[in-house]
């Protein structure tokens, strides 16, 4: 069997999953790319807020065609809505909520993630790439909890979950759950737990697929 | 009697020198002071270091700040967009020099300057290549990485209304940078869509003082009207 037969999760069984972990009353940020999708997956009537680092919380989805309004839009300068209950701020309080402990959660993309929980998602490190950092090296750090939601090898079938990150550092030691297409992953002090495996895929193809990395499965 | 309001973008922005530090509000466009950034372009000063999220969009406001050759300095977190071709091309060929700094950092560090804040510690951008060579301290077991305040010559932002006491109102996302930046500059320049009677603005929800504010000007924007 090669890698491209073994069962994965669509993008939208990824976000569900992500969404389902998601209490009641979080106020969580969704970064630019994969994580988006799990706004999607979070209208079922919990209350959950959603905070976006150019001054919004209680952000809702797109406006219909038509509707958008250049001066209201997420930090991936997308058109948003507002849900009743939403406020506005400026930047040093947008940053103050995530540095200052107060955001629950957030879900970021990412080139790599090592088993110790640095992640890289904002550098490539090309020597001619034009760098841009913008939120990432705070988000990273800022809310209770930094999760990330990527494949588990990239379309090249390389390993993204890996012992060390070549890329450069957003954050060490920042993410604590990984949500892959294959399984989803907690970052423990002993190493990667399996949380939840796709549905016929056996522990040994999960090993093989993330190579040198210490796994647990669950006892 | 104190009147902040000036009649006119020439006027607004008279006071920028060759070799300023110039804060420009804005995240992508919203926010973005185009007609003060247009009329910097107008006043002609050379030498410039801007300050702002982005290094500017198409050929408009920042982009074409940075193509008249006005520019020495980018500091910004976000450089790098589909659209930022201007800068990327000054910044390939060395013309450009840029400082990049973590968002939530260089929103902070703007704050810092008009809080009168000598420098600070902050958690972001540590372990990594953005703060190699810096000082670290660890505090109560947690690693931060010292971070001086950014200060303005001059802060170019946009507002929705603002009366003749320079107190401002802003409209959703595109408040931004622009109430840090107000704080952090020597003179502050305000583009607002409408210049309001004194008294007009509830003081519950004035978001910035006039006291970091010295010049504001009328620009109506038929975007705005048209959206209300």
């Known amino acids: ?22 209490a009641d009353g979080a ?12 706004a999607d997956h979070l209208l079922d009537g919990r209350e959950i807020v959603l905070h ?54 957030c879900v970021l993309g990412a080139f790599q993630v090592s088993m110790h929980g640095d992640l890289a998602n904002w550098h490539t490190g090309e020597p001619d790439a034009i760098p841009a950092v913008g939120g990432a090296m705070d988000l990273a750090i800022g809310a209770r909890d930094t999760w990330v939601m990527m494949p588990l090898l990239t379309r090249e079938g390389e390993r993204k979950l890996v012992p060390v990150c070549d890329y450069p550092l957003t954050a060490p030691n920042s993410v604590s759950r990984v949500y892959t297409d294959r399984a989803v992953f907690d970052i423990t002090a002993g190493g990667l737990l399996v949380r939840e495996r796709v549905e016929g895929l056996g522990a040994d193809d999960l090993a093989h697929l993330v190579g040198d990395v210490v796994l647990e499965e669950p006892a | 009697m104190i009147d902040k309001i000036v009649p006119d973008l020439e006027t607004a922005v008279s006071d920028v020198r060759d070799g300023h530090t ?39 406001g920042l982009a074409a700040l940075l193509k ?4 020495r300095k980018v500091v910004c977190s976000f450089p790098r967009q589909p659209d930022s071709w201007v800068f990327d ?21 703007l704050r ?15 372990g990594t290549q953005l703060a190699e060579g810096r000082e670290t301290r660890r505090i109560d077991g947690r690693d931060y990485v010292l971070e001086y305040p950014i200060r303005g010559d001059v802060a170019l932002i946009k507002a929705l209304r603002g009366d003749r006491w320079g107190n401002l109102v802003y409209r959703m996302t595109a408040r931004n940078f622009a109430p840090v930046m107000a704080m952090a500059a020597e003179t502050t320049i305000v583009e607002v869509h409408e210049v309001v009677e004194l008294g007009a603005l509830d003081p519950e929800v004035v978001v910035t003082p006039g006291i970091f504010v010295q010049h504001v000007v009328q620009v109506t924007d038929p975007f705005v009207d048209g959206a209300a």
């Open chain 2, 89 to 109: 091309e000054l910044y390939r060929s060395g013309e450009l020099e840029l400082e990049l700094v973590p968002q939530g950092n260089l929103a902070e560090r």
């Open chain 1, 27 to 38: 106020v969580v940020n969704l970064g630019i790319g994969m994580p988006t999708k799990v």
């Open chain 1, 52 to 105: 976006t680092e150019n001054g919004l919380l209680g952000m809702g989805p797109a406006p219909n065609d038509g509707d958008e309004d250049r001066d209201l839009i997420n930090a991936g300068k997308q058109p948003v809505t507002l849900v009743p209950g939403a406020s506005f701020f400026h930047h040093a309080d947008a940053f103050a909520m995530m540095r200052g402990g107060h955001l629950d959660v």
């Open chain 2, 112 to 126: 810092a300057a008009g809080a009168g804040i000598g420098a600070f510690y902050s958690p972001t951008a540590v």
């Open chain 1, 1 to 22: 069997m090669t890698v491209e037969d073994l069962p994965r999760w669509s993008l939208d069984e990824m976000a569900a999953r992500v969404a389902a972990d998601i």
């Open chain 2, 22 to 60: 110039v804060l420009v509000g804005g995240f992508g466009t919203a926010g973005m002071p185009f007609a003060l950034v247009d009329a910097l372009i107008e006043h002609g000063a050379r030498d410039l270091t801007i300050v702002s999220n982005n290094a500017g969009n198409g050929e408009t």
């Open chain 2, 68 to 71: 008249a050759g006005q520019v």
